[in-house]
């Protein structure tokens, strides 16, 4: 990956021991922020614990792009390890958007649906984050998927199927006041159960899928050029959500994900931790093969989809958000 990035070094006082980093605001490819760190101070920054990511955090928080590190797999022909691994540290990926039109719940799900995927899922305190930061300007609660489940009012339910079962409701809330109020709204990463005919304003999950054959590494620029990033799964729902829309396209019969083996295991290169796998009935793979480390959806039919290993170099249409 021939990119040119801005980059963190690291700098050592006189008796050889770790000082602080240093963000350097020129941009430069790998190896040429590796000679300019050696030369003026000691070398680009190593990682080696969550206080050394804090670090880094605290250095760029005003910066929206990739940030070289000094982390090389000598195995790879391209240096691309360095930019997955922080990517993933810092969690840049915005799968949501937000719609500052006010609408009942009903009609939310139907708008989503027709210009997007559907409704916002929300998975894990990272997705909750993530909700906030795209609506810190607002003060009302606003529309996600949740919707309380008709048959059994105690379980809730997301619009693009699947059961909801990480909740992070305000205290004494869902208190289902009169008996029905069946839509959840967040606000301040807090939820809140609310009758479906009010009006808010509302979050929506896109996911796209683009039937261009490239290889993986190929597919993220791609995303990450003309959208967010590529796709990842990090739920059931979300495979439904994915699944959904594989199912309006003939695609290849794998489509690339955003799934990478990197450091001795598989992540997901948007930051989304691994709570959720849908590996095949061969189970998660070793990698022992050293092309084989990106991670496709294998689709039959455009309904039903697992993951797979294939080899990174294969052509394959692909999914972004």
Known sequence: MNQLFTFILLLLNLSGTFTKYIYVDQKMGWLQAQSYCRQNYTDLAPVSTKKDVNKLKQLSSNVNHSIWIGLRNSTMDQIFTCILLLMRLFGTFTKYVHVNDRMNWPQAQSYCQQHYTDLAPVSNDKDDNKLQQLSSNVNHCIWIGLVRNCSNRTQWLWSGGGVASTFFW????????????????????????????????????????????????????????????????????????????????????????????????????????????????????????????CGALQVTGGYKAVWDANDCEERLHFICY
């Open 170 to 293: 305000r205290p004494g809330e869902p208190n289902d006041f009169n008996g029905n109020e069946d839509g959840g709204c967040v606000w301040n990463k807090m939820w809140n159960d609310e009758k479906l005919q009010n009006q808010k304003t509302f979050f929506c999950y896109g996911a796209v899928v683009v039937k261009e054959k490239k290889t993986w590494e190929e597919a993220l620029e791609y995303c990450r050029e003309h959208h967010d990033d590529l796709a990842s799964v990090a739920s059931e729902t979300e495979m439904l959500l994915i699944q959904k829309e594989l199912s309006k396209h003939n695609t290849t019969e794998h489509v690339w994900i955003g799934l990478r083996f990197l450091a001795g295991d598989w992540l997901l290169v948007d930051g989304q931790e691994m709570d959720y796998e849908a590996w095949g009935e061969e189970g998660k793979p070793s990698c022992s093969h050293a092309k084989i480390k």
